[in-house]
């Protein structure tokens, strides 16, 4: 299962379970996070986050 991360999984404090995904998430969405402990959380899934810019295909839907 391939699960792609916004910004308000890492602000509403969404739990993954990295044992049954792969999570994927932008830079943008990186930079976007300024409160401290979504930041913190960031910090700490980002060894098991792939961070992929989205195609062309994917934003025109």
Do not use: W
Not at 13 to 26: G, N, R, S, V
Not at 32 to 60: C, G, V
């Amino acid at each position: 299962m391939e699960i792609v991360l916004d910004t308000a999984a890492f602000i509403e404090y969404y739990q993954p379970d990295l044992t049954i995904a792969t999570y994927y998430t932008t830079s943008g969405v990186c930079s976007e996070i300024r409160d401290q402990t979504a930041r913190e959380k960031l910090q700490f899934l980002r060894p098991f986050l792939n961070i992929r810019a989205p195609s062309i295909k994917a934003l025109k839907v």
